[in-house]
């Protein structure tokens, strides 16, 4: 199975830093990955699929980037209702992995 | 409006079975794969299982093959999670998601992610 390992678990930053979130891979996943944000309580929503395809009416504060091994997400200019958890998931071969998250927390 | 709502969950002893529903509306269902996510209490998010459009391709994690099934009717624009021989371990909330898959290469590859979601419907294992 492809693990999927994020990086870091938990981040704290202020409204209107730029935050960057990593995404290692134990193999090459092509482009075939996918961001999610999960708001407390709710459903995860996608963000980004094939790396870099902003999702339709996801604000362009989001953004990502990579290939083969190593991904990232980039918010520029933090929101508060930017406060969520992310995660990031492998398409490329089942069995689909999630990696373990990110919560991002505004100071 | 494109939507799925999950039911059937609840609290079940060790040992147990239930069936989850994940039913469909707004979107040409017999079109897309659906996946099971469960996200434990705390935890973050694990794939569970996943079916492809016309249900005669089924993929399951190495933690529940051989004791959950997945199965669809598209009359019914519903896809189904039979689960058995349930453990306190699989207390979750369990999602389904319409997944997009295509083979590449023989694999089957989800290259737009999982894209609708539905709310979710809590599974409790316990005695």
């Known amino acids: 199975d492809i693990e999927m390992t994020q990086s870091p678990s938990s981040l704290s930053a202020s409204v209107g830093d730029s935050v960057t979130i990593t995404c290692r891979a134990s193999?090459?996943?092509?482009?075939?990955l996918n961001w999610y944000q999960q708001t407390p309580g709710k459903a995860p929503k996608l963000l980004i699929s094939?790396?870099?395809i902003l999702q339709s009416g996801v604000p362009s504060r989001f953004s990502g980037s990579g290939s083969g091994t190593e991904f990232t997400l980039t918010i520029t200019s933090l929101q508060v209702e930017d406060l969520a958890s992310y995660y990031c998931?492998?398409?490329?071969?089942?069995?689909?992995?999630f990696g373990g998250g990110t919560k991002v927390e505004i100071k | 409006e494109v939507q799925l709502l999950e039911s059937g969950g609840g609290l079940v002893q060790p040992g147990g079975s239930l069936r989850l529903s994940c039913a469909a509306s707004?979107?040409?269902?017999?079109?897309?794969?659906v996946s099971w996510v469960r996200q434990a209490p705390g935890k973050g998010l694990q794939w569970v299982s996943a079916i492809s459009d016309t249900g005669r391709n089924t993929y399951y994690a190495d933690s529940v093959r051989g004791r959950f099934t997945i199965s669809r009717d598209n009359s019914m624009n519903t896809v189904f999670l039979q689960m058995k021989s349930l453990r306190a371990e699989d207390t979750a909330v369990y999602y389904c998601a319409k997944s997009p898959m295509t083979v590449v290469r023989g694999l089957s590859r989800n290259y737009h992610g999982m894209d609708v979601w539905g709310q979710g419907t809590t599974v409790t294992v316990s005695s």
């Open positions: 998931q492998q398409g490329y071969i089942t069995p689909l992995t």
């Open positions: 707004g979107f040409t269902f017999n079109s897309y794969a």
């Open positions: 193999q090459t996943i092509s482009n075939y």
């Open positions: 094939g790396t870099s």
